[in-house]
């Protein structure tokens, strides 16, 4: 997994900035019923998404929490008094504490099932009574375009998605929720270019092709091979999935 502490002064950058931000804000909240009052984002990083959740619906307090302690600091700057430092599998809030959670592009960065385990059942357990819980799913699957890119790594040692779709529904089904839409969103700025790509395998983006491996600059050099190394294929489009927890 990348050290998203080292990763914080470029994250913005490289993730498609305000663009990509505003594009996952507005597709949370089309899942967050107009009576939510409270609101929790987790994993908030930088807090970039994090801010438009909160200025989008004035009545609607948002709370950010990461566990990268320079990820906070980058989002403490942007909402002042609203950000801590934090592990999602162990919150440190009661229960019932929030009307919403968000949870945008973590699920798949966990490390073992039980661990989304954990995160699903945390963000049930603070979540009130007609309370939403809304996450991103099935993001590796998003950034398959079906690009001259996506060519090259589709042999590459396959990863076990944790955060498959039909997967987070279970767990969250044994946790009370129940299934309460989806939304989709363009992750702007986000496609791949060739030379990114190769950047990206370089700095440990693939999980499964370690930096300085064989391997990993075989894939590096069959990119390289590509027309067009610095135009971007098209950009991801992310999926969110809802959850409910019955009045």
Known sequence: MLDYDKE???YDALRGGEPRAAAAADAVLSLVPPTARRMLDVACGTGIVTRRLSAARPGLAVTGADLAH????????RLPGAVIRAD??????????????????LLHLLDTPEDVRAVVAECARVLAPGGVYVTTVDKAAAHNVGSDIDAVLASRPPSEARDASDQV??????????????????GRGQGRSPRRTIADLRRG???TLPPGRPLTERYAAR??????????????EFTLRA????A
């Open 8 to 10: 914080a002064e470029r």
């Open 70 to 77: 320079t990820m906070t600091r980058h989002a403490a700057a």
């Open 88 to 105: 999602t599998r162990r919150l440190p809030f009661a229960r019932a504490a929030f009307d919403a959670v968000a949870g945008v592009w």
């Open 169 to 186: 529904q279970k767990y969250a089904v044994e946790h009370g929720l129940v299934p309460a839409g989806r939304a989709r969103f363009t």
């Open 205 to 207: 983006w693939f999980v």
């Open 223 to 236: 990119l390289a091979e590509l027309p067009d190394q610095d135009r971007p294929r098209p950009d991801p």
């Open 243 to 246: 959850f409910r927890k019955p």
